[in-house]
């Protein structure tokens, strides 16, 4: 039954009778079930991983079922919670479904009917899913602040669809520079906590020495220096969510006390004795290999499997050139500096070529410079840097002379003009027209039925 988009069901319920005929009736039709024996477990279980839905007893002892169902909506709204209860008492049902119950069902548990309310229930999360990514694309954009259309950027947004609608734990991998504090910010603006703070902090600028305070506050006195308490990263974070930047950073002291925050969601100030708690998501990013460093020692790996509940890949520029035309018009707009409306065609053709080793923060600061460069309207080719405009001699010595551009010159007309000269000067070798354009063999032969020149290479392959 679970594909991508659907997760188990949770079942909750603190008779293990009850949790083992659940189980056995769910994993007949193919679900995949998590028994969990307390609404405690349950929230716990749900900062770690997202079902589809969840079977809930409202009749448990201790934190009880009404507040699990509370706090599971308070978190989650999307998330489709079916109530089982002993009794059919209409005060205890209208309270439940006011909490953002889905249904109820009334014990003993007739197999049928759970069964398809199950069914349903899992369907309406997923439509509601869509429906939530689709009202996102009507918008012209997959989340605020975040560009791009490109395959590897749609695959991100497809993940994104699924952690917004979670309290999972997430640790985000990409180089520096490609976005990973506004991929975090996302799940938190479009997520359940938006209500709540994001407190993002970048370890890497941390001093080890102080990098104890920052995290967990301390009391006044608490060192030389303290001469007041104060409130650390964990506690600002509370019913937020809190993002680490750069989580490899962390000494192993560091290490084991973070582990011990996420397993007893308590701590302690630097200088105090009480326990204190907070509720908060917890997201981190690095652009270094942890499971490497894991590897060598440097990482503790129960910290790391706690972190990596779901790892999320961010691509660099250079594997999502496609999106590169629309980057410069959103900086430039960002930047309100009116002058300067747009980047010409020969200019940012330059830009679709270069590799970008800084991602999106060096194509960011380029455009910033160029706009302060620019003399008119229009970003031109001598408005660029020296790396970005000797880029294109760097695959052949004797480059294809470029397509003279003039004032009716569209980007389109510009990569026809470009792909021509680059299949003469080559012969029609298909191969070396690739090389010299630095682009894939896909969106070469994309490129020549876009462009209506299918035929080209044959004509010329005959013409020698």
Same mark, same amino acid.
């Given at each position: 039954?679970?594909?991508?988009?659907?997760?188990?069901?949770?079942?909750?319920?603190?008779?293990?009778?009850?949790?083992?005929?659940?189980? /056995?009736?769910?994993?007949?039709?193919?679900?995949?079930? !998590?028994?969990?024996?307390?609404?405690?477990?349950? @929230?716990?279980?749900?900062? $770690?991983?997202?079902?589809?839905?969840?079977?809930?007893?409202?009749?448990?002892?201790?934190?009880?079922?009404?507040?699990?169902?509370?706090? !599971?909506?308070?978190?989650?709204?999307?998330?489709?919670?079916?109530?089982?209860?002993?009794?059919?008492?209409?005060?205890?049902?209208?309270?439940?479904?006011?909490?953002?119950? %889905?249904? &109820?069902?009334?014990?003993?548990?007739?197999?049928?009917?759970?069964?398809?309310?199950?069914?349903?229930?899992?369907?309406?999360?997923? @439509?509601?899913?869509?429906?939530?990514?689709?009202?996102?694309?009507?918008?012209?954009?997959?989340? =605020?602040?975040?560009?791009?259309?490109?395959?590897?950027?749609?695959?991100? +947004?497809?993940?994104?669809? %699924?952690?917004?609608?979670?309290?999972?734990?997430?640790?985000?991998?990409?180089?520096?520079?490609?976005?990973?504090?506004? #991929?975090?910010?996302?799940?938190?603006?479009?997520?359940?906590?938006?209500?709540?703070?994001?407190?993002?902090?970048?370890?890497?600028?941390?001093?080890?020495?102080?990098?104890?305070?920052?995290?967990?506050?301390?009391?006044?006195?608490?060192?030389?220096?303290?001469?007041? *308490?104060?409130?650390?990263?964990?506690?600002?974070?509370?019913?937020?969510?809190? +993002?680490?930047?750069?989580?490899?950073?962390?000494?192993? =002291? !560091?290490?084991?006390?973070?582990?011990?925050?996420? =397993?007893?969601?308590?701590?302690?100030? !630097?200088?105090?004795?009480?326990?204190?708690?907070?509720? +908060?998501?917890?997201?981190?990013?690095?652009?270094?290999?942890?499971?490497?460093?894991?590897?060598?020692?440097?990482? /503790?790996?129960?910290?790391?499997?706690?972190?990596?509940?779901?790892?999320?890949?961010?691509?660099?520029?250079?594997?999502?050139?496609?999106?590169?035309?629309?980057?410069?018009?959103?900086?430039?707009?960002?930047?309100? $500096?009116?002058?300067?409306?747009?980047?010409?065609?020969?200019?940012? $053709? *330059?830009?679709?070529? &270069?590799?970008?080793?800084?991602?999106?923060?060096?194509? =960011?600061?380029?455009?910033? /410079?160029?706009?302060?460069?620019?003399?008119?309207?229009?970003?031109?080719?001598?408005?660029?840097?020296?790396?970005? *405009?000797?880029?294109?001699?760097?695959?052949?010595? $004797?480059?294809?002379?470029?397509?003279?551009?003039?004032?009716?010159?569209?980007?389109?007309?510009?990569? *026809?003009?470009?792909?021509?000269?680059?299949?003469?000067?080559?012969?029609?070798?298909?191969?070396?027209?690739? %090389?010299?354009?630095?682009?894939?063999?896909? %969106?070469?032969?994309?490129?020549?039925?876009?462009?209506?020149?299918?035929?080209? #290479?044959?004509?010329?392959?005959?013409?020698?």
């Amino acid at each position: 039954m679970s594909d991508e988009g659907t997760g188990p069901i949770f079942v909750v319920d603190d008779d293990p009778t009850q949790r083992m005929i659940l189980e /056995r009736w769910l994993v007949r039709e193919g679900y995949e079930v !998590v028994l969990l024996e307390s609404g405690e477990a349950c @929230l716990e279980a749900l900062s $770690e991983e997202l079902p589809s839905a969840i079977c809930l007893d409202l009749n448990m002892p201790g934190f009880g079922g009404m507040n699990t169902l509370e706090q !599971v909506h308070d978190h989650n709204p999307m998330l489709p919670v079916i109530v089982l209860t002993s009794d059919d008492a209409v005060d205890s049902v209208v309270q439940a479904m006011r909490l953002g119950a %889905r249904d &109820y069902l009334t014990k003993p548990l007739d197999q049928t009917k759970l069964l398809t309310t199950i069914a349903n229930a899992v369907e309406v999360g997923r @439509l509601a899913m869509r429906v939530s990514q689709l009202e996102r694309e009507a918008e012209g954009k997959g989340y =605020q602040g975040i560009v791009g259309n490109s395959a590897p950027m749609k695959a991100v +947004f497809r993940q994104l669809d %699924r952690l917004c609608v979670s309290d999972v734990t997430v640790l985000i991998h990409g180089e520096s520079g490609t976005g990973k504090e506004l #991929i975090a910010r996302a799940m938190h603006t479009y997520g359940s906590r938006s209500r709540g703070p994001f407190v993002a902090v970048n370890l890497a600028a941390v001093p080890e020495t102080l990098m104890e305070s920052e995290l967990f506050g301390h009391e006044k006195g608490a060192f030389t220096g303290a001469v007041n *308490r104060r409130v650390g990263r964990f506690e600002e974070a509370n019913r937020g969510t809190l +993002f680490l930047d750069e989580i490899g950073e962390l000494s192993h =002291q !560091v290490q084991v006390k973070l582990l011990r925050v996420l =397993q007893e969601r308590t701590f302690q100030r !630097v200088g105090g004795s009480a326990r204190l708690s907070s509720d +908060f998501r917890l997201v981190t990013a690095s652009h270094c290999n942890l499971e490497e460093e894991v590897r060598q020692g440097r990482f /503790r790996q129960d910290l790391y499997f706690r972190l990596a509940v779901f790892e999320l890949e961010l691509p660099p520029l250079r594997q999502r050139r496609d999106d590169i035309p629309a980057l410069p018009r959103t900086f430039i707009k960002q930047m309100g $500096e009116g002058r300067v409306e747009s980047v010409s065609a020969v200019a940012l $053709e *330059r830009m679709m070529r &270069y590799d970008w080793p800084g991602n999106i923060r060096e194509l =960011q600061n380029l455009i910033q /410079r160029s706009v302060v460069m620019c003399n008119g309207t229009e970003i031109q080719l001598e408005d660029l840097p020296e790396r970005v *405009r000797a880029v294109a001699k760097t695959n052949d010595s $004797e480059p294809a002379p470029e397509p003279e551009e003039t004032d009716d010159t569209t980007l389109e007309d510009f990569s *026809r003009r470009l792909l021509v000269n680059a299949l003469t000067k080559h012969d029609g070798n298909a191969s070396a027209a690739m %090389r010299e354009l630095n682009i894939g063999r896909t %969106r070469f032969y994309r490129m020549l039925k876009r462009f209506g020149l299918e035929g080209k #290479i044959d004509e010329l392959r005959q013409g020698n």
